[in-house]
């Protein structure tokens, strides 16, 4: 009976990063960039666009936004400066479907806590009105999962009721997407364990370091390093590789380039211009050696950049 039972299958809106049926925790410290990352997914989500190298499956999907940290004003002003974005691109921001839940439209300015019954039922019912008016279950972004509960995050019994309550959404149809604070060394996000048992996708941002900042792209722009920990569709695959995305702040372009040292870019450049291998190797200059140049061609073609970008 089961085997012959029919499931819905889990559906890509942003390939492949953002499914129906799907949990993904993305971490990062403060001010790292997961909130300016994660708001223009959500919007790219709604307005049926790619980002990045995630591409749109051009079935527009509402997005709910509940923000438990930030001012509404500050939510509001960045939500400005993705529509000047979008308009500057030549694109189109599709306001009916983005929906925010901010504390100052709350009563009484209080989210009630999610590992509380009446907190979880506030998102379904939010997201239940959402789709009677759009047609589409929404994808559901809480940021954070620190603001929006009350627990110590050490303890795994919370986690684990609150990780069911996700695992339900999930099998009714629903992305979520959480946003979290890492450890203090970094490394992994804060709290139980528990909780990567259950999700699909664990996603660390970080700032590149000195080695892997991308020089040419310095004043004006926000650079963040995306790092996958667990991905239970893609991991291993060109898909989990890790990137550095940039957003010139003047714009919101984005662009996503290979995660690569400043010797590696430097010899990226020089192929981008069209030189050959033997032009470069210079085995009196650092990091410039035969076999070091190779095996940077060869780690550039694993990438996927190379032949689209070269040849």
Not at 210 to 216: Q, R, S, V, Y
Not at 222 to 250: D, P, Y
């Amino acid at each position: 009976q089961f085997v012959l039972k029919d499931f819905p299958k889990p559906e890509y809106v942003l390939f492949p990063i953002v499914a129906k049926q799907q949990i993904r925790q993305i971490f990062a410290k403060a001010g790292t960039g997961k909130t300016l990352y994660s708001l223009f997914e959500a919007c790219a989500v709604a307005s049926g666009c790619d980002f990045l190298q995630y591409k749109h499956n051009g079935h527009k999907t509402p997005i709910l936004y509940v923000e438990g940290e930030m001012d509404s004003a500050s939510i509001k002003d960045r939500l400005g400066k993705v529509q000047d974005a979008y308009e500057m691109n030549g694109k189109e921001l599709n306001m009916e479907f983005i929906f925010f839940a901010t504390l100052a439209i709350q009563k009484d300015m209080y989210f009630h806590s999610l590992t509380k019954d009446i907190g979880r039922e506030n998102i379904e019912i939010t997201a239940k009105e959402i789709e009677k008016l759009t047609g589409k279950k929404p994808v559901i972004y809480l940021d954070n999962i620190t603001a929006l509960t009350i627990m110590q995050e050490k303890e795994g019994a919370e986690w684990v009721e609150l990780m069911q309550w996700l695992s339900r959404l999930r099998n009714r149809g629903y992305h979520v997407t959480f946003l979290h604070h890492p450890t203090k060394t970094g490394e992994t996000a804060s709290g139980s364990n528990i909780k990567e048992r259950s999700i699909d996708i664990d996603m660390k941002i970080t700032t590149p370091d000195e080695k892997t900042a991308l020089e040419e792209y310095d004043e004006g722009h926000t650079q963040m390093c995306i790092e996958f920990l667990k991905w239970r569709e893609h991991m291993n695959t060109f898909h989990s590789k890790k990137r550095i995305a940039v957003i010139e702040r003047a714009t919101g372009l984005w662009q996503i380039f290979p995660h690569l040292t400043k010797t590696q870019r430097s010899i990226y450049l020089l192929l981008k211009e069209g030189k050959k291998a033997k032009d470069i190797i210079n085995p009196t200059k650092d990091g410039m050696s035969k076999a070091n140049v190779h095996k940077t061609i060869k780690l550039l073609k694993a990438e996927g950049v190379l032949e689209d970008e070269v040849s």
